[in-house]
């Protein structure tokens, strides 16, 4: 009977993941329907803040099937979140490369439209994270270079993951909730740390001062971040970004993803090296992230998207 019982199981669970499956691919589909040109108001946006050459992207189809693959890979409530709140996603040449896109308001109250570089579709997630990174120190003589390795994903994936997570924390209030365990004891307002991240290295880089560090601080300033709860530089630049970088991060976690920041020589000889995905504050912060996705209606602007 046992051997029986076991058969039983595994057709239903075979069963289960056929069907969750189907609706990864149905609900993918319905989101590529949203797929199409950016709106005057978004070229408009990149263009007032100098990158004038700007243009729509037309995808090819290959392009399309990576788009739908990366959207059909994303978390379930993000998934739904953006069918009921996204109006529309474009793809647009011209961002410079350190550029990602921009997720603004929609035409509709409460709904919103994500525009990416067209060619981060084609990058890898490494040459996307070292390329932001090293906009957070200048270099001198002494050849130290910082370099990101990125593992799990593509830069696609990884960029639709934090989009997304934006309209989800938009949608669901998150990290505007009042004594949310995202934002308790690390932030007082949405760009303002709490103590004692508000001092230190953590509140000098470049993505809170827009002002590039020495790279000799690299080393100070990386080993401040494996002792805090951010997961990355980035992601101490505001409440948002914070969130954002933890659910995306969380989930290519899932996916036996890595992370790892290396300072090397003018060589190429490795002098340091972190693993944030293992940062003990980090690590604590994923089980607040995989609590949330497993039940989202703990936040009361998500009841409706009960598990």
């Not at 058969?7 to 797929?35: C, F, G, H, W, Y």
């Not at 560090?213 to 914070?242: H, R």
Request: charged share 20%; glycine share 6%; proline share 4%.
């Amino acid at each position: 009977m046992l051997w029986l019982q076991g058969l039983i199981l595994s057709a239903a669970l075979t069963s289960l993941a056929i069907a969750q499956d189907a609706q990864q691919d149905q609900q993918a589909t319905r989101l590529m329907e949203k797929v199409g040109a950016p709106s005057q108001f978004v070229m408009n946006t990149f263009k007032s803040s100098g990158m004038l050459g700007v243009k729509p992207h037309t995808l090819t189809g290959e392009e399309r099937q990576k788009i739908k693959a990366a959207l059909a890979a994303l978390p379930p409530l993000d998934r739904r979140v953006l069918l009921d709140r996204l109006d529309d996603l474009s793809f647009i040449d011209g961002i410079p490369g350190e550029g990602t896109g921009l997720t603004s308001p929609g035409a509709h109250h409460g709904h919103y439209n994500i525009t990416l570089r067209a060619s981060i579709i084609d990058e890898s997630l490494s040459t996307f994270l070292t390329t932001k990174e090293r906009r957070d120190f200048t270099s001198d003589d002494s050849g130290i270079t910082v370099t990101v390795k990125g593992q799990g994903t593509d830069a696609l994936h990884y960029v639709l993951l934090h989009e997304s997570t934006h309209v989800v924390d938009q949608t669901c209030r998150v990290t505007f909730t009042a004594h949310s365990k995202f934002v308790e004891g690390i932030w007082k307002e949405a760009h303002t740390l709490d103590a004692p991240w508000n001092t230190g290295p953590l509140n000098e880089t470049f993505f809170r001062t827009h002002k590039p560090l020495e790279i000799q601080k690299a080393s100070a300033v990386y080993g401040a971040l494996s002792n805090s709860p951010f997961v990355s530089l980035y992601a101490t630049s505001a409440s948002a970004e914070d969130f954002a970088e933890l659910v995306a991060w969380d989930e290519v976690r899932h996916m036996n993803g890595h992370l790892v920041i290396e300072l090397t020589d003018r060589h190429g000889a490795v002098l340091k090296q972190w693993q944030p995905l293992t940062f003990p504050g980090v690590v604590k912060r994923f089980e607040y992230v995989d609590e949330f996705l497993a039940n989202p209606a703990s936040f009361k602007a998500c009841a409706a998207y009960k598990t």
